[in-house]
């Protein structure tokens, strides 16, 4: 490929201008991109690529969840459909590669098949999926959740968020949930093949260009509450406080020390935590905390949930300790033919890759549990994401848009 | 004492009565008290108490801060006053004994005194402080203060709320802090006595009607802010994670722990936390924590102190972990001899009695600095203060006045 006077491909050059030409769609005041579901910016921001698509000889259709798609008829009799792609939406002040990258890339991939090959034998498309991030709602993945079975349109009407907007009244002022699009549940879908930014430091820590994802962890989440006994600070003894804070220090420093156990494996994380009456001078007489686990193995999370329940009635003494899960989503594994193609793939261009466990969610676990998926990570600087920070080299991204690609190329022509 | 159809005596109902009466001055909509300095209801309290003094043969005064002085002239040539007492403010929504009882004991006690054995030889006065909670102003023992030289009314300039009022400006407001008063700073006084509830559990506990205070406590707080890296919670690998958290459960746990190498005499209160960014699914990056740490010893305060950093040192890893101590209360021994008197009078009466240390913060650690003071306490229901649901029942309070009225008679006459 032609390089310009910055050394730059053309490829690399294009896959720049359009990340950076997308994020003006909800680009906010603090530097960073805020596109949340079916807001103004998010609809600008479909509306900009589905005139892309159009432009490029794609054929655009959105399903009625808002899902917008890009087809590449195939010649071939074959029904099914290779689908490549990502979320349009971001969190609040993000950046501009999270999801926005992959939709970039499946856009940019099938122009350059098309310009290079014609027609494909089996049906490309791309998608612009709807929504992952959950920042505007309190739900995940409705987008590639509605492709998928995992939510369905009326689910809507019972999803409020906390400024008390229903997510069926949003949906609807864009006139979406109407009928007036195709249904989103699909079954014609052969595989899914998403380029994300990694979002973590693993591919920058060990120089590698791709990472291939051989899953995704499974997570379970938590509440722990800690009733005990508000009392002052200078008039209770010692030996008869029941500290609710000392307790929950106890429980948290034992729960992250149980992942040692799984020679570090099991991620254990304490994000939140609220104190009552949270005051220098009083005995806190109730705590509540969070506590997030992640493992490629399920058998790990549960035998997990096992050890803090031990813990806990180790550790409670006459203080009352109740513990709630109330996230429990499995780790889904990835394609190991899709995963073998894009090791080989990366070989033969020289590209370095690795493969890696993913400890992050994706809309890649909602397809990769009916559909063969390829989950593919170029490096994030510093490992930042969710932040306006987020970045990676346009040389790494083309890298990235090179594999991706090849491996439309060899399942689709 | 006569006793009524209730089983109690005539003193007992006057000091329930007179409780009763003074806790409707700022009477709260949600069955407490709320009387903070310099507002309408404190001030309608001290006008009451001024009438009520009046009317007992007492000469009232107002120094300049707004202390209420209620005086009976001593025959002697002796220019040195007894003084008793206590505050008149409260915390927002407190109950109705914690201050307010030593104010109306004093009351009651010159009353009866006075009524029994006419003018005393040493001069008698019963004070109402206008403020020792600090919950309208950022500042402490406004009133015993300003007695001691502790404060000065010129301090009031540098002081503002929250709400943005100026201690000056509302002060002012009600007339005082203009030289219309005598100066508040005394050197006249030859002992001050207290008479409080414990808001502790130490004298229900052991089933004692009075506790004599010997000492009260030192006391030093911290702020211990822990700088790590803030990242997700699962894409960051356990053994490169700097959890601020994490680090701070250690550390607290260590500092509540290092009580029992002072046989649990040390308290230690870790009451207030923030974690930043407080998510589930974030690793905290930044922690700030507070640390309450009492002891009646000053030297193990010091060492404490001393140790705490030890900890630090060796649990901060790479994180950055810094100590800030906001305040520095030395321990306040009360008079030997006036703690001696107490217990023999309490013996004489069969008023069962034990010493203790207070916990909590007095306005007679202001005075014990430079008079012999005195300080008892009659027992808490429950140890529950700073709440509508403090509560002591007549009979106690009675035994407490009892001790009070002996103790100025002896000191007195």
Redesign the interface.
């Known amino acids: 490929m032609v390089a310009d006077m910055t050394g730059k491909s053309k490829l690399c050059q294009q896959i720049e201008e359009n990340v950076n030409w997308l994020s003006q769609f909800g680009g906010d005041e603090k530097e960073g991109v805020t596109r949340l579901l079916y807001t103004e910016q998010w609809n600008a921001a479909q509306k900009a690529l589905e005139e892309k698509m159009k432009g490029l000889h794609l054929k655009t259709y959105y399903d009625d969840v808002g899902n917008l798609f890009g087809r590449l008829q195939g010649t071939g009799s074959e029904q099914q459909v290779i689908l490549t792609g990502s979320h349009i939406d971001t969190v609040i002040n993000g950046g501009k590669y999270d999801g926005a990258f992959g939709v970039v890339a499946g856009i940019i991939a099938l122009q350059y098949l098309y310009a290079h090959y014609g027609s494909p034998t089996k049906t490309l498309e791309v998608v612009s999926l709807c929504e992952e991030e959950g920042s505007r709602f309190p739900l995940t993945y409705w987008g590639s959740g509605n492709i998928n079975g995992l939510h369905s349109k009326s689910d809507a009407k019972h999803v409020i968020n906390k400024e008390g907007v229903k997510l069926d009244d949003a949906m609807k002022q864009l006139n979406f949930g109407k009928g007036l699009h195709s249904e989103p549940y699909r079954t014609d879908i052969a595989s899914f093949i998403e380029l994300h930014i990694?979002?973590?430091?693993?591919l920058e820590m060990s120089r590698c260009d791709i990472g291939i994802v051989s899953s995704i962890?499974g997570?379970k989440?938590f509440t722990v509450s800690v009733k005990g006994e508000s009392?002052?600070?200078?008039?209770?003894?010692?030996?008869?406080r029941k500290?609710a804070?000392?307790v929950s220090?106890?429980l948290?420093?034992a729960f992250?020390e149980l992942?040692e156990k799984y020679h570090?494996a099991?991620?254990?994380?304490?994000?939140?935590?609220t104190?009552s009456p949270?005051?220098?001078?009083?005995?806190?007489g109730y705590v509540e905390f969070?506590v997030?686990i992640?493992h490629h193995e399920y058998e790990v999370l549960q035998e997990a949930e096992r050890e803090m329940k031990e813990i806990i009635k180790r550790t409670a003494g006459d203080l009352e300790v109740n513990i709630d899960c109330w996230m429990d989503e499995k780790p889904v594994a990835m394609s190991e033919e899709l995963s073998e193609l894009s090791k080989i793939i990366s070989s033969e261009k020289n590209i370095s890759s690795r493969e890696l466990v993913?400890?992050?969610?994706h809309d890649s676990q909602v397809f990769g549990r009916r559909v063969p998926t390829c989950l593919l990570f170029v490096p994030s600087q510093d490992?930042i994401?969710?932040s306006p920070k987020e970045f990676t080299k346009g040389e790494q991204l083309e890298k990235g848009v090179k594999v991706l690609i090849e491996l439309l190329y060899k399942l689709a022509y």
Request: with cysteine; net charge positive.
């Open positions: 990694e979002q973590g430091k693993q962890v997570q989440r009392n002052h600070a200078g008039t209770t003894p010692m030996n008869i500290d804070f000392y220090c106890k948290a420093k992250i992942s570090n099991l991620y254990v994380t304490v994000g939140k935590i104190l949270n005051a220098p001078n009083v005995i806190p969070t997030d992640r993913s400890g992050a969610g490992g994401s969710h």
